[in-house]
Each structure stands twice: as structure tokens, then as C-alpha cells.
């Protein structure tokens, strides 16, 4: 039944498209033109013979060329502060990021390129599709990253996660852009109403990654989001990641209250770092994140002590830490004083480029068949090994236990940090070289007695 409508929406929206009135009709198309999923389960994976294997991007059967789409500083001439706000995250650096670019590298030797569709397909949509990125050298479009045209060429969700979404630049033969809103007109392109544009599934597309061969989960950041709280209130990704502001969305249009802004915040304030871009909004969510507190804290006396932190994940939407699982790791450093400064008790140091053992990490750990720990190769990973991320609006309680000996002076001073960085100092050398790119700690919150 519900084809059968599709079908019929389609056919309607085609007559229309014919009609002879293309210009000004085109200017807002009909709010069904982003067809919904059915109710099918979702393979979360391509299949062989699918156009892009084993990525699942889809352009409805036509051949895209590099022509159809345009560099985003051509968009910035009116969108001038969504094209700042966008420059300045990580999507637009998708391609050009060092790590990803070497991981990648290693990925398609060990796999003879079988995994090169697949890793492409997310970090250069349109070089993809339009045979515009390679593994070893550099091209414009692929240079975009994750760009304006990507996202705004986007007319349909297919599925949930590995890039299943369908790219149609060009639609009716000319510009057109799927985005939030069914009044938007401009001089330079049409606009059509999407309602995925509104929704986390829009995200989900880039933000699930499944492995294309084995299908383990890798990372689940929308289904994170999918089963916490913030889902069944209604805050999609967009409500944190691109925050409404009052202005106006280009140069030349009106104000409106609640224009999506285009920072895109994140975590990986390193990479950003390494660009000389602006982290201000990302310093500024990292402040949402976090909260520690002590649990049934007693006064520190000569012997045997134990501490409770309850670290809590008030702000993300999804764990904390998300994404990319081989680096990314929090966890806290804590650090037990007497009078005088002298150190009694620490953990969570920073040592030759690791968190020394025993450290109170949240992080996932992958597995490959043996068992064995993966920390770069992601494609030999087949099993999670631990994940002691912090799910949304919950918990996670770490305790230590420690002496002090009667030679300390009190009264002792507890000092706790929690720290985040997207990927150990140590597998950045390895991947880049010594003194390549230095991984910046970021202080999430503290406690202290
Ligand atoms: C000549 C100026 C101009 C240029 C160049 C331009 N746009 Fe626009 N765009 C506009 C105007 C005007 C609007 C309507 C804004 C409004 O109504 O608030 C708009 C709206 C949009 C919207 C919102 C549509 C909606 O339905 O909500 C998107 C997305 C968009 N443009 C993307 C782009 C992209 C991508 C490029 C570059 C490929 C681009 N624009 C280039 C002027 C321009
Ligand atoms: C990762 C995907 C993504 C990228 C990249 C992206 N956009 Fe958007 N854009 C969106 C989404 C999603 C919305 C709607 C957000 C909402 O409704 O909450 C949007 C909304 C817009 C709007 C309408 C804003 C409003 O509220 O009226 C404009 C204009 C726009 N984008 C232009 C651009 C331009 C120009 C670029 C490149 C510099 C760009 N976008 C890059 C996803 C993206
Ligand atoms: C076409 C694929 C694609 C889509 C669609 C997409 N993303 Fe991304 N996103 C990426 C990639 C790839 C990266 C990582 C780039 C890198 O670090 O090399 C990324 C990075 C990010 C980051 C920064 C992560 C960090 O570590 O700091 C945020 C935040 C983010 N995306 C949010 C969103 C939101 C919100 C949406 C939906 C509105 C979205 N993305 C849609 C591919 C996508
Ligand atoms: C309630 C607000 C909120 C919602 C909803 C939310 N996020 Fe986040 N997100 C955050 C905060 C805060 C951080 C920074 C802390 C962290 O790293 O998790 C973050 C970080 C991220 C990162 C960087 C993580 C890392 O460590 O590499 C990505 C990627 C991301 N979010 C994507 C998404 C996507 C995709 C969705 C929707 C499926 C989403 N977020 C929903 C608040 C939110
Ligand atoms: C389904 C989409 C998707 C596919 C496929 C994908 N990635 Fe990503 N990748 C992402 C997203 C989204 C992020 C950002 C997550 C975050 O910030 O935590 C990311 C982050 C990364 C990062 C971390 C970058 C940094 O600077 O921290 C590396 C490295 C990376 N990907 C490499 C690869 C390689 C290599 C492949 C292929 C084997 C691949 N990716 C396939 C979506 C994808």
C-alpha cells in the first residue's frame, strides 16, 4: 500500500516537473519528495553488485560528473557565514585530515582496495560518485571533503548508516538544493523542502559505520542517540551540533529567529588545531559534556583511603565518548597530595604517549579473530573487546584505593581531571611521524576536596 502511494507521489511529482511552468513551480517543490523507509529490516550493509560497493551511496542509476556540483566558496559569496561557520569543522577537512589519510592508506594496500569505496564514500561523497578521489593523490573536489553539495544534494535516506543515502545534483537539470525549510527562494538555485534534513537519519547515514564484510558495529554514534532519552523528546543532532541562531542565512535574505547554524562542533579540537582553525565552539561543547562528583566523600586519614568519582554524561547525545573508536578515549587523572605538595597517590598520567596502565579510561576497545587488540586496522576488527563509555544521561562510578603513610602531612588534597583526546599522542606518531601533529588534552571538567 505504502509503494503503491510512493509510486503515485512519484509519478505526480514527474508530471509536475514536466509541466511548462518548470521555473516558477520549481522555486518549492512538494514536501514528499523525501521518501520515507519502509518497515523492511536494514541490511546495514551494501551488497555486491550494488553501484558502489561496499559503500551503499546510491545516485538513482545516473552518472554523476564533477560539473554538477560547485565548490562551496561559490556558495559562500551570500551564504558567507554558514560557509565560515562549516570551514571551520571537521567535515570540512574530511579528506584532507593527515590520520585519516594514512589510515586510509593502509586500509587499501592490506585489502588490495576493497575497502577504498567504502572509506571514500563518507569522506568524499561526491568524489566518489563523480570518480574524483583517489587513494594517493589529491583533487579538488576531493580536497571539499563532506561539503555543501553533499549534504544539500542529499534527496532520500535508503537505510541507516554506510553512506546509504542518494545523491541527485541536478534533479530537474538544474540547481537544486534539499534543506529545512519550504519557503526558502533564491536567485541562483531552486530549493526543496527535506524533511531528513530536520532528523538525526540524516546524520545516521555517515554516523553509523558498520564493517562493509563482517558487519561489526564500529560506530554507533545515531544509534547511541537513537535509544537515550533525548531521542523520545525530540532533540535530534542538529538541536547540539547546528544550534538555531537569529540572522539571516545569506546576504541577501531576510532574518529569520532560527537559522541552522554551521560549526558543526565536535571533539577532535587536534585535528582542527592542525589546520589553524577556529575551536572556540568546540572548547564551548566539550563544557556541556561532563560533570564529576564524589560519592560519599570521607577526610583523607594516614591508611587505607577509598574514593568514589561519579563521572556523569549530562550533555552528549549519544556515549561519551562517540565515533571513531580506535582513539578516542576520556578518562580521569587523579592526584592525591599532602600539606606540602608531596605526591602521595596518581593516576591517569600521560606516559610515552599512552594513559599509563590502570588508568580509569572510558573508551572502546576493538578485536580482531584472535582476540588480539586492534588499534589501527580497523578492517581486521571483528569483535568489541570492552566499552566502558559512559551511556547518555547516565553514570559511571570509578573508585581508588590508596594508603597514606604515617610519614604525610595532612590535611590531603584530592585533585581530579577528566580528559579527552581523540587519539593517543603514540599512534599519531606511528601513522605520521614524531612531531607531525601533537594531540591537544582537553580538560572536561574537575573536582577537587
Ligand atoms: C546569489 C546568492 C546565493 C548563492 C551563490 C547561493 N545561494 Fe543558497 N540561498 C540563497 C538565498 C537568497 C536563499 C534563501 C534564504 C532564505 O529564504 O532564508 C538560499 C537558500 C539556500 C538553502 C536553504 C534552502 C531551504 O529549503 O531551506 C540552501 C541549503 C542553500 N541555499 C544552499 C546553497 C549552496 C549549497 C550554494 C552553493 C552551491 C548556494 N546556496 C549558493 C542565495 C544564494
Ligand atoms: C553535514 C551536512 C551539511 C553540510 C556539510 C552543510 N549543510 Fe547546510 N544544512 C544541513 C542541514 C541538516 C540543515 C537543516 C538543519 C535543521 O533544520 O536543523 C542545513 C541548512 C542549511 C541552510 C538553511 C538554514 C536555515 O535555517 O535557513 C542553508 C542556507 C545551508 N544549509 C547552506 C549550506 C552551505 C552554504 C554549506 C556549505 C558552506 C552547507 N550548508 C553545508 C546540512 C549540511
Ligand atoms: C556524508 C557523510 C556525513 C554526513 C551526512 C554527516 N557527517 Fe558528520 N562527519 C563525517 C565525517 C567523515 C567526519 C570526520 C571527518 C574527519 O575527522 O576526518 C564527520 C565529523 C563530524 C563532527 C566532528 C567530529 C569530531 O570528532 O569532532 C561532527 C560534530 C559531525 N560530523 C556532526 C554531524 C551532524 C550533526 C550531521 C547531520 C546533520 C552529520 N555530521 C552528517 C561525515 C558525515
Ligand atoms: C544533547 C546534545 C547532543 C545531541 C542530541 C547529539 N550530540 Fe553529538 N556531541 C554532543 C557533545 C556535548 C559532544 C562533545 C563530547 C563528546 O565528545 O561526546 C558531542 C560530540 C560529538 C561527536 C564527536 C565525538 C568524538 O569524540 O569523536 C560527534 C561525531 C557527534 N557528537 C555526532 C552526533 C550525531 C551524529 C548526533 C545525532 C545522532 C549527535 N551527535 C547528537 C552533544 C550532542
Ligand atoms: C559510514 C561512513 C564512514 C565510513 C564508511 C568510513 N568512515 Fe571514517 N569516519 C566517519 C565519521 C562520521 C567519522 C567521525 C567520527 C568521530 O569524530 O568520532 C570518521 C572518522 C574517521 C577517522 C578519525 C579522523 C580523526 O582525525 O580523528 C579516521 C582515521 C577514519 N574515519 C578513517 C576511515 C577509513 C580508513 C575508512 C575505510 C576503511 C573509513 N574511515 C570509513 C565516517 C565513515
Redesign the pocket.
Known sequence: MEKLLMVFILCLLCFHALGDDIATNLARLPTNLVIQQDNHIDPLIALPGEPYYPSRISTNGKQLNGSMF?DPK??A???EDIYKQWSNSAMSLSWKDPIYKAILKRSSVATNGKTDNFCIGCHSPIGVTTGNAFINTNTPIADRGVD??TC?SISNIHGIGNAAFTLSPMMFGRKL?F???D???????D???SEVHTKSELCASCHNVTHPFNKLAIERTYDEWRDSLYNSQGIECQDCHMPKVKGR??N???E?EDIASHTFAGANTTLLNHFNKDTTSNYALFKTAAKMEFVDLQTLRLGMNTITIRVHNVGAGHKLPTGFPEGREMWVYFLVQDSTNRTIYESGKVEHGHTKEGTKSFKAVLGDKNGDVVEVNVWEADRILSDTRILPKSYTDVTYMFEIMGNATPPFRIQAKLNYWPFPQHIVDELLGKNKMKVDIVEMATLSN
Open positions: 560547485e561559490k556558495c559569496s551570500c551564504h555543501c553539495d544539500h538544493v534543506a529545512n525549510r519557503d526558502a527562494v533564491s536567485p541562483v538555485h530549493t526543496a523542502y542565512s545569506s541577501i535574505s531576510k529569520r
